[in-house]
């Protein structure tokens, strides 16, 4: 079945009575509530166990990087105003300020493991409007998801950010539904909160904006009804949002880095998002293909089932990235740049497995085939993430100092973020060692005993031997590799001694 058929042969349910629901099998609600609560409660724990296992391993750069920023002031009010880097996530950056983090604790990614557990919570409720198997397939799909994983068992604020979008959304339509001031107030807090967990909730917002227009306009029958209800919704939300950009957006410094090419990201991001290779190739552009015409499919139902989320899913994950595409950071574009769009494409998908399944024999085959398709990648995705993590840093550091003998340790580095990373889990050598890294240099320096050398790609494969600025070889001691969505692999290399032929002293 083709996109543009699903898309025919799909409806949206205006009500649980829809003609649809005659097609679900006929149960008591008692008996209905416990089987598919108790499938729910399952998926939720085997989720938090995944992650619970992702977050455990070294801390990596950006990470590192969040922890030195919150140090650097007095009081946790100034990270809201004086450290204006696209690496202080601010939530994130105050949890750390005021527990601080020893590169093997688990306390410094627990608000993303929660929040990260909680999204799955949310995304059932979610997609509960369209019925329990839409409610099922929300819950498995961001469970299982090796992008929400990933990002969910680190200490920046990706997950934060999604928790809160989805939550959000729910309040603002519960708003919509009562009027109620505290719904209203709830909706502001849960805005806020996003935007101080990263800015990327920007994607949400707009397609909140987008949906809370077309359904405020149907309700509100005159134009200056809308107007008014429209500034109840987002009066506050947007003056704090203008008040945080002057205050802590505004001249923001961009933390270096490679730049990607943007259609390489985007293709990334797109079969990642359903289970897909990471890595450039034909499958992984047919990959991102079928999911595109996957998500523009569901949302074509919703627009002629006559819901107005077709206007939420379209402008956030769809739309508001094409911001990034015009301005396009100067670090360049990241897959975690899309936490966002990449889960609110899961729950337009689960709403495309739910219609998938009411549509006979053929259909239920193609959903439950689509599921176990998704569900297999991000396995496959998760047993690359198990081989390295976001890097081996200590690992690195240990071997450095057990395969030397003096008491001074001199190890020349490649960039200044391997410096970064190397001089904080230098902290976990033995009192009687230090370790003393150099200045970054393209090349070691004629006192370096070590040499590192870090890169994104763990296809790639580092040179066997270099020269120093003098020509003396360091030959590859060790590699130390990470999983490829966050962190470096590390390339040791170890200065060959004279008289020597493996550098060993």
Same mark, same amino acid.
């Given at each position: 079945?083709?996109?543009?058929?699903?898309?025919?042969?799909?409806?949206?349910?205006?009500?649980?009575?829809?003609?649809h629901d005659a097609a679900r099998p006929t149960v008591s609600l008692a008996s209905a509530i416990t089987v598919w609560h108790v499938a729910i409660a399952f998926v939720i724990v085997m989720a938090a166990v995944i992650r619970l296992w992702a977050a455990i391993g070294d801390l990596w750069l950006d990470e590192i990087w969040?922890?030195?920023?919150?140090?650097?002031?007095?009081?946790?009010?100034?990270?809201?105003?004086?450290?204006?880097?696209?690496?202080?996530?601010?939530?994130?950056?105050?949890?750390?300020?005021?527990?601080?983090?020893?590169?093997?604790?688990?306390?410094?990614?627990?608000?993303?493991?929660?929040?990260?557990?909680?999204?799955?919570?949310?995304?059932?409720?979610?997609?509960?409007?369209?019925?329990?198997?839409?409610?099922?397939?929300?819950?498995?799909?961001?469970?299982?998801?090796?992008?929400?994983?990933?990002?969910?068992?680190?200490?920046?604020?990706?997950?934060?950010?999604?928790?809160?979008?989805?939550?959000?959304?729910?309040?603002?339509?519960?708003?919509?539904?009562?009027?109620?001031?505290?719904?209203?107030?709830?909706?502001?807090?849960?805005?806020?909160?996003?935007?101080?967990?990263?800015?990327?909730?920007?994607?949400?917002?707009?397609?909140?904006?987008?949906?809370?227009?077309?359904? $405020?306009?149907?309700? %509100?029958?005159?134009?200056?009804?809308?107007? *008014? &209800?429209? /500034?109840?919704?987002? #009066?506050?939300? =947007?003056?704090?949002?203008?008040?945080?950009?002057?205050?802590?957006?505004?001249?923001?410094?961009?933390?270096?880095?490679?730049?990607?090419?943007?259609?390489?990201?985007?293709?990334?991001?797109?079969?990642?998002?359903?289970?897909?290779?990471?890595?450039?190739s034909t499958d992984q552009l047919l990959i991102a293909f079928l999911a595109t015409g996957g998500g523009i499919a569901a949302i074509v139902s919703l627009f002629r089932g006559k819901s107005e989320l077709w206007a939420l899913f379209l402008t956030t994950i769809y739309l508001s990235p094409l911001f990034l595409l015009i301005?396009?950071?100067?670090?360049?574009?990241?897959?975690?740049?899309?936490?966002?769009?990449?889960?609110?494409?899961?729950?337009?998908?689960?709403?495309?497995?739910?219609?998938? $399944?009411?549509?006979? %024999?053929?259909?239920?085959?193609?959903?439950? *085939? &689509?599921? /176990?398709?998704?569900? #297999?990648?991000? =396995?496959?995705?998760?047993?690359?993430?198990?081989?390295?993590?976001?890097?081996?840093?200590?690992?690195?550091?240990?071997?450095?100092?057990?395969?030397?003998?003096?008491?001074?340790?001199?190890?020349?580095?490649?960039?200044?973020?391997?410096?970064?990373?190397?001089?904080?889990?230098?902290?976990?050598?033995?009192?009687?060692?230090?370790?003393?890294?150099?200045?970054?240099?393209?090349?070691?320096?004629?006192?370096?005993?070590?040499?590192?050398?870090?890169?994104?790609?763990?296809?790639?494969?580092?040179?066997?031997?270099?020269?120093?600025?003098?020509?003396?070889?360091?030959?590859?001691?060790?590699?130390?590799?990470?999983?490829?969505?966050?962190?470096?692999?590390?390339?040791?290399?170890?200065?060959?001694?004279?008289?020597?032929?493996?550098?060993?002293?």
């Amino acid at each position: 079945m083709v996109p543009s058929q699903i898309s025919t042969s799909m409806q949206t349910p205006a009500q649980p009575s829809s003609p649809h629901d005659a097609a679900r099998p006929t149960v008591s609600l008692a008996s209905a509530i416990t089987v598919w609560h108790v499938a729910i409660a399952f998926v939720i724990v085997m989720a938090a166990v995944i992650r619970l296992w992702a977050a455990i391993g070294d801390l990596w750069l950006d990470e590192i990087w969040s922890y030195g920023l919150a140090n650097l002031v007095d009081s946790p009010w100034k990270i809201f105003t004086q450290i204006r880097h696209d690496n202080n996530h601010h939530l994130m950056s105050v949890w750390i300020y005021h527990l601080g983090i020893d590169g093997r604790s688990l306390v410094a990614r627990a608000p993303s493991l929660v929040a990260g557990i909680g999204t799955i919570l949310l995304a059932a409720q979610f997609a509960r409007r369209w019925g329990q198997r839409e409610m099922l397939a929300a819950a498995v799909l961001t469970a299982n998801s090796y992008v929400m994983i990933n990002y969910s068992s680190e200490a920046r604020g990706y997950a934060l950010a999604g928790f809160f979008a989805i939550a959000a959304f729910l309040v603002l339509e519960r708003s919509l539904d009562t009027r109620h001031k505290s719904h209203f107030a709830l909706f502001w807090l849960l805005v806020v909160l996003g935007f101080l967990s990263h800015l990327t909730f920007l994607h949400f917002y707009c397609g909140a904006l987008a949906w809370s227009a077309l359904r $405020s306009r149907r309700e %509100s029958g005159t134009w200056r009804k809308w107007i *008014a &209800l429209m /500034a109840r919704c987002h #009066a506050v939300p =947007v003056a704090f949002l203008i008040a945080f950009y002057f205050s802590s957006v505004q001249g923001m410094e961009i933390g270096g880095g490679d730049r990607p090419s943007t259609i390489v990201v985007i293709l990334k991001a797109m079969s990642l998002a359903v289970g897909g290779t990471p890595r450039p190739s034909t499958d992984q552009l047919l990959i991102a293909f079928l999911a595109t015409g996957g998500g523009i499919a569901a949302i074509v139902s919703l627009f002629r089932g006559k819901s107005e989320l077709w206007a939420l899913f379209l402008t956030t994950i769809y739309l508001s990235p094409l911001f990034l595409l015009i301005e396009q950071p100067r670090s360049g574009l990241f897959v975690r740049y899309f936490y966002i769009n990449i889960l609110f494409y899961l729950l337009l998908i689960s709403y495309l497995l739910g219609r998938l $399944s009411l549509a006979g %024999s053929p259909g239920t085959f193609a959903c439950l *085939a &689509l599921t /176990a398709s998704i569900m #297999a990648g991000n =396995v496959s995705r998760l047993r690359e993430f198990s081989d390295g993590r976001r890097g081996e840093y200590l690992a690195a550091v240990r071997y450095i100092v057990d395969h030397s003998t003096e008491p001074e340790v001199e190890v020349g580095v490649d960039h200044a973020r391997t410096r970064l990373v190397l001089h904080f889990y230098s902290g976990s050598m033995a009192a009687n060692r230090t370790l003393k890294a150099s200045e970054a240099a393209p090349a070691p320096s004629p006192q370096d005993e070590w040499y590192i050398t870090h890169q994104e790609n763990p296809a790639q494969q580092p040179a066997p031997e270099i020269q120093d600025t003098q020509g003396e070889t360091f030959e590859l001691a060790q590699v130390f590799r990470h999983s490829g969505l966050s962190g470096f692999d590390w390339a040791l290399y170890h200065r060959v001694l004279p008289g020597t032929t493996d550098g060993t002293k």
